[in-house]
């Protein structure tokens, strides 16, 4: 139990390392929170300061999300404590307590924690992003799609219950974070990849 509360408390801290502000004042970059869509992820990292800036961007929050789920799995957690670290993770990549408790929106990391949970749940979340990024070119479109299709796919992957659970949690909450891009996306103004 003891271990368990540790690694969500120990998830939620690695969560709230921003990663593309990190990336950005370690390369000398304009903070992404002060431009382009004011979202400190990838796709704003990659809008403002090019492929290398959003590759580190991308990888930093997935693995923040990773690791500590793939650490809860390897000590031998349960399904709760390893959903709940992930969640943990999310919800300190979305509200982090070192940068305001404003963060990003939460794609790479949510993919980091379900391929830390079961890579193939993982992968049927990025399968699903790369259809439709490539279909509609569309990052929030993808995103958005592969999210309100995890629950279904944790269903048809007989999935433990418990991230049925946490994890249709964080998709509300990441569709939450993605009203913007929803908002531009039915008036025609999203920004295409």
């Not at 120990?10 to 709230?16: C, E, M, P, Q, T």
């Not at 921003?18 to 382009?36: E, F, H, K, T, Y």
């Amino acid at each position: 139990m003891i271990i368990d509360i540790c690694l969500v408390v120990g998830a939620y801290l690695a969560g709230s390392l921003a990663s593309a502000i990190i990336v950005a004042r370690a390369m000398g970059l304009q903070d992404p929170r002060n431009a382009g869509s004011r979202n400190p992820g990838a796709t704003n990292m990659l809008r403002l300061h090019g492929r290398t800036a959003a590759a580190l961007t991308l990888a930093g929050d997935l693995l923040k999300g990773l690791l500590p789920v793939l650490l809860a799995v390897l000590i031998g957690s349960g399904p709760w404590a390893v959903a709940l670290t992930g969640s943990a993770a999310f919800i300190g990549h979305l509200y982090p307590v070192f940068f305001g408790f404003q963060g990003g929106r939460g794609v790479a990391t949510f993919i980091g924690v379900l391929l830390g949970s079961s890579w193939t749940l993982g992968l049927a979340y990025v399968g699903t992003w790369l259809v439709m990024a490539v279909a509609f070119r569309y990052s929030s479109l993808a995103a958005i799609t592969a999210a309100v299709l995890t629950p279904l796919y944790v269903w048809l992957l007989d999935g433990p219950v418990a991230y049925l659970v946490c994890y249709s949690v964080l998709v509300a909450l990441l569709l939450w974070r993605h009203r913007p891009n929803i908002r531009n996306l039915l008036e025609g103004k999203e920004s295409k990849i």
